[in-house]
T-cell receptor
Framework: GQQLNQSPQSMFIQEGEDVSMNCTSSSIFNTWLWYKQDPGEGPVLLIALYKAGELTSNGRLTAQFGITRKDSFLNISASIPSDVGIYFCAGLRGASGSRLTFGEGTQLTVNP | GAGVSQSPRYKVTKRGQDVALRCDPISGHVSLYWYRQALGQGPEFLTYFNYEAQQDKSGLPNDRFSAERPEGSISTLTIQRTEQRDSAMYRC???????????FGQGTRLTVV
């Protein structure tokens, strides 16, 4: 079963607002990743974080890998309608190529 | 093809029947993963391959589930004697060299009635 607790479960915001979502775990992960899933599609990788404390940006997205290696957050600034979708955090314990553990997702709705 | 291709996109089967789900990864990708995603949940790991070798099958729920990748390319996930609780979206992903970025397919929506 899922081992990552992701919150909030859903968010309804106005276009232009900033968004923050986070993910926590009871156990340590060596790598944290954030994915976005559009309706009818598979998840697409947005950001990968490899070191505790790391802060990484990708355009309007910013994500941080918590110091304890048990949490991560994702911020989206100046949201636009195409940001709508489900955002998943995922953790990786072992070496590359091993299993990902996903959170339950945050459903984001952006009102124009 | 350009992306990970899964077939069929939708499968409705009667309880007790066997089903085979196919995944055609991105050409040249070494690693192939199978995940299952219930409605409103994140993907849940089932199994993965490097080339033709099954590296980890610890996520397969029980012995009715099996997967193969005999030539290190196309993979088949087989569910025997399907049950209603097997209904879910089954997703395949591949990555070039077992790296972090796995590219997901559109999935097969399995409904067991």
């Amino acid at each position: 079963g899922q081992q990552l607790n992701q919150s909030p479960q859903s968010m309804f915001i106005q276009e232009g607002e900033d968004v923050s979502m986070n993910c926590t775990s009871s156990s340590i992960f060596n790598t944290w990743l954030w994915y976005k899933q559009d309706p009818g599609e598979g998840p697409v990788l947005l950001i990968a974080l490899y070191k505790a404390g790391e802060l990484t940006s990708n355009g309007r997205l910013t994500a941080q890998f918590g110091i304890t290696r048990k949490d991560s957050f994702l911020n989206i600034s100046a949201s636009i309608p195409s940001d709508v979708g489900i955002y998943f955090c995922a953790g990786l314990r072992g070496a590359s190529g091993s299993r990902l553990t996903f959170g339950e997702g945050t459903q984001l709705t952006v009102n124009p | 093809g350009a992306g990970v291709s899964q077939s069929p996109r939708y499968k409705v089967t009667k309880r007790g029947q066997d089903v085979a789900l196919r995944c055609d990864p991105i050409s040249g990708h070494v690693s192939l993963y199978w995940y299952r995603q219930a409605l409103g949940q994140g993907p849940e790991f089932l199994t993965y391959f490097n080339y033709e070798a099954q590296q980890d099958k610890s996520g397969l729920p029980n012995d009715r589930f099996s997967a193969e990748r005999p030539e290190g390319s196309i993979s088949t996930l087989t569910i025997q004697r399907t049950e209603q609780r097997d209904s879910a979206m089954y997703r395949c992903a591949s990555s070039p060299n077992g790296g972090i970025e796995a590219f997901f397919g559109q999935g097969t929506r399995l409904t067991v009635v």
